[in-house]
T-cell receptor, first 114, second 115 residues
Framework: DVKVTQSSRYLVKRTGEKVFLECVQD?????MFWYRQDPGLGLRLIYF???????EKGDIPEGYSVSREKKERFSLILESASTNQTSMYLC?????????????FGPGTRLLVL | AQKVTQAQTEISVVEKEDVTLDCVYE???????LFWYKQPPSGELVFLIR??????QNEISGRYSWNFQKSTSSFNFTITASQVVDSAVYFC????????????FGRGTQLTVWP
């Protein structure tokens, strides 16, 4: 079974703090994704990566950056957390090639920025 | 532009009722995939089904069934004899064949099944 893990289920941070959200997958998937989920807005794509050291902006990249130094790990960074970044963050991965359309999700991190 | 529309934001039913969740999509691609994911209160999205654009056969899996109609660009999901454990947010999603890797999600439908 595909396993996607996220470093924290719940996180509380202060405005202005630098925040790291970590995601690890164990299926050797090439593609990894970070989404943000807010009530009434569904899932919105922040950033994604097709390979190590590669990244692409999604629909709402402002205020975020990412890092992919190893294939299995994809980090989302909030350089200076703000209250409007309070949200649920979901990480996903998928293989390259013919099965790339199916994404597997982690349990999510609920971030509260005070 | 939103490419997947789930017009129902919330649905409430009583246990054992049948319920249909609607999904309408928009794409110019001839090759694409449609998905349904379930998100229980725990938060993790659970993959339910994938359908490619060349396969319009309806699918049934236990109490779940899916109706894919290209003529109306719809991919609806029906739960028969609903149970309290079906309470969750359900997302419909589109993977366009012309893109690399990304899914387009609808805004989700919150289903509450009352005992």
């Amino acid at each position: 079974d595909v396993k996607v893990t996220q470093s924290s289920r719940y996180l509380v941070k202060r405005t202005g703090e630098k925040v790291f959200l970590e995601c690890v997958q164990d299926m050797d998937h090439e593609n990894m994704f970070w989404y943000r989920q807010d009530p009434g807005l569904g899932l919105r794509l922040i950033y994604f990566s097709y390979d190590v050291k590669m990244k692409e902006k999604g629909d709402i990249p402002e205020g975020y950056s990412v890092s992919r130094e190893k294939k299995e790990r994809f980090s989302l960074i909030l350089e200076s957390a703000s209250t409007n970044q309070t949200s649920m963050y979901l990480c996903a991965s998928s293989p390259a090639g013919l099965s790339q359309e199916t994404q597997y999700f982690g349990p999510g991190t609920r971030l509260l920025v005070l | 532009a939103q490419k997947v529309t789930q017009a129902q934001t919330e649905i409430s039913v009583v246990e054992k009722e049948d319920v249909t969740l609607d999904c309408v999509y928009e794409t110019r691609d001839t090759t694409y995939y449609l998905f349904w994911y379930k998100q229980p209160p725990s938060g993790e999205l659970v993959f339910l089904i994938r359908r490619n654009s060349f396969d319009e056969q309806n699918e049934i899996s236990g109490r779940y069934s899916w109706n894919f109609q290209k003529s109306t660009s719809s991919f609806n999901f029906t739960i028969t004899a609903s149970q309290v454990v079906d309470s969750a947010v359900y997302f419909c999603a589109l993977f366009r064949g012309s893109t690399l890797g990304r899914l387009y999600f609808g805004r989700g439908t919150q289903l509450t099944v009352w005992p």
